[in-house]
T-cell receptor, first 111, second 115 residues
Framework: RKEVEQDPGPFNVPEGATVAFNCTYS??????FFWYRQDCRKEPKLLMS???SGNEDGRFTAQLNRASQYISLLIRDSKLSDSATYLC????????????FGPGTSLSVIP | SQTIHQWPATLVQPVGSPLSLECTVE??????LYWYRQAAGRGLQLLFY??????ISSEVPQNLSASRPQDRQFILSSKKLLLSDSGFYLC??????????????FGQGTRLTVV
């Protein structure tokens, strides 16, 4: 089983729709969690950190469920510019502090 | 502030030729360093991971090697490139400091085409 798993999609949604991505991680020792966005032919960039209490940044809401070991990202009022691949990321923060990337979920927002 | 530099941005190399991609980080010390490869339309594949000078773990067997001769310098190499080495190569760094966030920061990537 991969350490971080995501539905690869693609998710094709109309403008204005709400879309949710889920991510599961296998190592219960994981300590920090992030969502990244990657545009085509570009490097991934941090979208937001995910905190235990959940956090919101404009149209984006991230949730963490430690008991079930999953992370979610909700995008409200989708824009064309939201089209990208969204990567779920965990950091075990063991002595090696390795960041683990999920395979990504592809989103296309359609006019 | 911290920055990461990766070069070149684009590279076309013949099969059998050597490869050297360099990545340097500024504004931080003792970072964790990573080399990833991404094939077209695919996810990130972790190639090498380093927690310190000359401390490198290889994540997948392959035609590539990595070195970390200085704290903030990470080099990806190959003696003889294969067609299958083509892809988008990304260098990244992350902090070890648990007080601050430990997310990864990426260089702009090198698009390698082996012909």
């Amino acid at each position: 089983r991969k350490e971080v798993e995501q539905d690869p999609g693609p998710f094709n949604v109309p403008e204005g729709a709400t879309v949710a991505f889920n991510c599961t991680y296998s190592n219960s020792a994981s300590q920090s969690f992030f969502w990244y966005r990657q545009d085509c032919r570009k490097e991934p960039k941090l979208l937001m950190s995910v905190y235990s209490s959940g956090n919101e940044d404009g149209r984006f809401t991230a949730q963490l469920n430690r008991a079930s070991q999953y992370i979610s990202l909700l995008i409200r009022d989708s824009k064309l510019s939201d089209s990208a691949t969204y990567l779920c990321v965990v950091n075990r923060e063991t002595s090696y502090d390795k960041v683990i990337f999920g395979p990504g979920t592809s989103l296309s927002v359609i006019p | 502030s911290q920055t990461i530099h990766q070069w070149p941005a684009t590279l076309v190399q013949p099969v059998g030729s050597p490869l050297s991609l360099e990545c340097t980080v500024e504004g931080t010390s003792n970072p964790n360093l990573y080399w990833y490869r991404q094939a077209a339309g695919r996810g990130l594949q972790l190639l090498f991971y380093s927690i310190g000078i000359d401390q490198i773990s290889s994540e997948v067997p392959q035609n590539l090697s990595a070195s970390r001769p200085q704290d903030r310098q990470f080099i990806l190499s190959s003696k003889k490139l294969l067609l299958s080495d083509s892809g988008f190569y990304l260098c990244a760094w992350s902090r070890k400091n648990r007080v601050l966030n430990t997310e990864a920061f990426f260089g702009q990537g090198t698009r390698l085409t082996v012909v």
